[in-house]
């Protein structure tokens, strides 16, 4: 492998490892910062449809280049199309809108999304590109981290609101005694 390949390789599995991350912790985390604007309200999905849009449109960036030669133009509106299905797709999840999901909800939505997601990068590796493929789900584990941290904080409040019910008796406090 000569420089310039070896550069091109390296700049591939960089490009693969940015976009994971971008899709996976950098646009929920823009989402998470500004949780109650409008903005969200009018561009949001029902998760019905905002994860399979993310799905498909995740799978035509990733693979398309790997079936046929794609234009630098129709790449560039391909990763613009992916950022914005990424957007629709961390709203359910995070921000206050009418579509926003239950805590199962968000649950399940976000651990059906990773391997999902990963499907693409499978593709990758078994074309050939193991280092970009790899790299790809690397940068995509926040999406999992995610979904271990929303089901974690679920549980804690379950747990939560059901000693908050019992009588106080129960959780060993006399209401006798202040």
């Known amino acids: 492998m000569d420089h310039s390949t070896h550069g091109t390789h390296l700049s591939a599995v960089a490009m693969m490892a940015v976009s994971g991350l971008m899709l996976a912790a950098v646009v929920p985390g823009v989402v998470r910062l500004t949780r109650r604007a409008p903005l969200w309200q009018r561009v949001s999905l029902p998760p019905g449809l905002a994860l399979p849009l993310l799905v498909l449109v995740h799978a035509w960036v990733v693979l398309a280049g790997l079936v046929l030669p794609v234009p630098t133009g129709v790449t560039a509106a391909s990763e613009l199309a992916l950022l914005l299905a990424a957007f629709v797709f961390w709203v359910p999840v995070i921000a206050r809108t009418r579509h926003r999901l239950s805590d199962p909800g968000r649950c399940l939505y976000l651990f059906l999304a990773a391997p999902l997601l990963d499907i693409p990068a499978l593709g990758v ?6 280092a970009e493929g790899l790299a790809m789900i690397v940068g995509m584990l926040p999406l999992a981290i995610a979904a271990a941290v929303v089901t974690w904080s679920w ?11 019992l009588p106080l008796a129960v959780r060993g406090g006399d209401p006798g005694v202040r």
């Open 125 to 130: 590796i078994a074309s050939g590109h193991q």
């Open 155 to 165: 549980i804690q409040r379950e747990e939560r609101q059901a000693v908050d019910a």
